[in-house]
């Protein structure tokens, strides 16, 4: 996180009125107004801790939607270390206890203080699919945070946020505005469970629901574009293989592929495809299984090596202390076995098979962790998912193929 420059003086529950008061009144009222969200199970909702509460994640908004309800007291809480190197907004996350994480790494002094937010009788929100749904579809949760959840013997409240993917896809450039319906169930106690694998299946199977198929009170009713970003999720076209064929239409209501005539759909509300010339009353598609026939393309390769390649890439170098240093814009390079990136006089290969953790941040920046070294790669030229998918096959040994 670095040094803030100064820091709210919290109470001995570990947060401060004032700014929570402001917090209230600017981002929860607009996670409000954005989604009005219905709550259901408020018998189970709870009001303080010692606790956890887990949810689905596809959508910003998703924190302080949990919060709209909250009567007295802030939930603290767990979230990416990305959201932390600008000092405004960490400096209120850390004044109502949140505390920043690198996804996918284990890190003790995260979980020391986690305790002592339980010991602070805290209310805890922790997403642990470990990053926004890129999809309506589940994630498996990581399994270190369930672990935590178990051994901490507090309950586990499971929420299911209906409307979450919807409402703003991590794909889409803009949200849109709808009805959220926010379910509350019953609190899972790990001291109920006979071991953890039990208690595990329990928490997954408490958030095995698909948001590509939602409830007809939770589609958008307004939405800006919401065809643009599009490619940031089909980030090939799914018959030709071209990397950024598919696009938005100029009017961000279209999606069409430069490569394919057939491909050709409208957006809708419900960000699904309803195809050119398919007969109106026939079922929209959704957008998960385009993605997995785009994953099961062969990884082109070029004659000089190179699966990917973007020039004007900002990258970033991670300090122990979790501070971003930018090095400047420079060219990245992916190929079989490493990641390559030259910026200004800094040279730098990081090996593929030492490459601890990749993560994407919002939906444009590569975060790499390796042993002792954290790099940051924004992409302007090219698609985080795919860089992210093809680095996890290559690290699978799965042969790239020269392409024609």
């Avoid at 949200?175 to 109920?192: A, G």
């Avoid at 950024?244 to 960000?271: C, E, H, K, N």
């Avoid at 000089?304 to 090095?327: C, N, R």
Wanted: aromatic share 12%.
């Amino acid at each position: 996180m670095g040094t803030l420059p100064f820091r709210f003086r919290k109470n001995d529950r570990g947060w401060n009125r004032l700014s929570h008061s402001f917090l209230k009144l600017t981002v929860v009222n607009s996670a409000r107004w954005m989604y009005n969200p219905r709550i259901f199970g408020l018998e189970h909702m709870p009001t303080t801790g010692p606790c956890f509460i887990f949810a689905n994640h596809a959508n910003n908004f998703d924190p302080f939607v949990l919060n709209v309800k909250m009567p007295n007291e802030p939930t603290a809480g767990v979230m990416t270390r990305d959201q932390f190197y600008k000092p405004l907004p960490a400096l209120f996350m850390d004044s109502i206890g949140i505390v920043p994480t690198s996804k996918y790494v284990p890190d003790p002094s995260v979980i020391r203080r986690v305790i002592k937010l339980l010991q602070q009788q805290r209310m805890i929100v922790i997403f642990p699919e470990g990053g926004r749904r890129w999809s309506g579809r589940p994630k498996a949760p990581i399994k270190s945070t369930m672990k935590l959840f178990y051994k901490m013997k507090v309950p586990a409240h499971p929420v299911q946020i209906h409307g979450s993917y919807v409402g703003w896809p991590r794909w889409a450039t803009y949200p849109r505005r709808s009805r959220q319906n926010i379910h509350f169930l019953k609190p899972l106690h790990p001291q109920d469970f006979p071991d953890y694998q039990s208690f595990y299946d329990a928490c997954v199977e408490s958030l095995n629901f698909h948001e590509e198929q939602p409830a007809p009170e939770t589609i958008p009713f307004w939405a800006h574009k919401p065809a643009v970003g599009i490619d940031m999720l089909l980030y090939r076209c799914p018959t030709s293989g071209r990397t950024g064929a598919i696009q938005p239409t100029d009017d961000g209501w279209g999606v069409q592929s430069a490569t394919d005539d057939s491909f050709r759909a409208q957006m809708t509300l419900a960000s699904q495809l309803r195809f050119e010339g398919s007969d109106p009353e026939a079922p929209t598609e959704i957008l998960s299984p385009w993605l997995d026939k785009i994953r099961e393309l062969p990884m082109f390769i070029d004659a000089k090596g190179i699966l990917e390649h973007d020039s004007e890439a900002v990258i970033y170098s991670i300090t122990p202390e979790f501070e971003q240093v930018k090095l400047g814009v420079g060219a990245v390079w992916l190929e079989p076995e490493r990641i390559r990136f030259e910026v200004g006089s800094v040279k730098k290969e990081l090996p593929l098979e030492k490459i601890l953790a990749i993560s994407i941040e919002q939906r444009r920046s590569l975060s790499i962790t390796l042993a002792d070294e954290t790099w940051q790669i924004e992409l302007h030229q090219g698609y985080a998912l795919q860089w992210k998918d093809y680095i996890q096959r290559l690290q699978k040994k799965e042969p790239p193929v020269r392409e024609s």
